[in-house]
């Protein structure tokens, strides 16, 4: 359960991104819906296999930028990657994603550095602010998330530092690559879309 509700927090914010909250609604409530709303996600991608006919099974299920930092402060802990805390959402709308987390750089910057003095991964290190911005598109049960810009400690980055950092703290036992930034994934629990408006993402299965 802890795994695939960490696949299902990663895929709907794309291991994603995240500013800061400007008037945010941060509860334990908004937390305990969002963990029943994931629940309430897997039962109906089970009932969609059963039948399996997505138009005879359709469920549409929202889910607020307040409820996913609901669910980061309180309950994600436990299943974000080591390095990785105090992540945050903003749902810009119109498929568009902006989103920040804490990373611990040291352990990847010293993995990659090549000890150069303008090796970039040389430089990074310590608990970094990293912000990405993008784009999420979903269609026939399969996504990719288009990256527009990413930042780290306020800097930009280019997109190859970007996927580095990205399959580090992705990686796990089935997938020890992590994820790639140019390849679709498939949506777990028989997702058939997911609609980013503003302030919201409906999922659709």
């Known amino acids: 359960m802890a795994f695939r509700s960490r696949r299902l927090g990663l895929i709907l914010l794309v291991g994603a991104a995240l500013v800061p909250l400007q008037a945010a609604t941060v509860s334990r409530q908004n937390a305990d819906l969002f963990a029943k709303k994931i629940v309430q996600i897997q039962e109906q991608g089970t009932q969609v296999q059963a039948t399996g006919d997505r138009r005879a099974a359709q469920r549409r299920t929202p889910v607020t930028e307040d409820e996913v930092n609901s669910w980061f402060t309180y309950r994600a802990q436990p299943v974000l990657p080591a390095g990785v805390s105090q992540p945050q959402v903003t749902i810009v709308g119109q498929g568009k994603v ?23 991964w040389s430089l990074l290190g310590g608990r970094v602010p990293v912000i990405v911005n993008g784009v999420l598109h979903t269609q026939n049960g399969r996504g990719r998330f288009e990256v527009q810009s990413a930042e780290v400690s306020g800097v930009p ?39 980013v408006g503003q302030g919201q993402a409906v999922v659709v299965q």
């Open 98 to 120: 902006t989103g920040q987390a804490t990373v611990d750089l040291e352990a990847i910057g010293k993995r990659r550095s090549s000890g150069g003095t303008f090796d970039p």
């Open 157 to 195: 980055v280019p997109k190859n530092l970007l996927q580095e950092l990205l399959s580090y703290y992705s990686r796990t036992p089935e997938n020890p690559e992590g994820i790639s930034l140019d390849e679709g994934f498939e949506l777990p629990a028989n997702i058939d879309t997911i609609e």
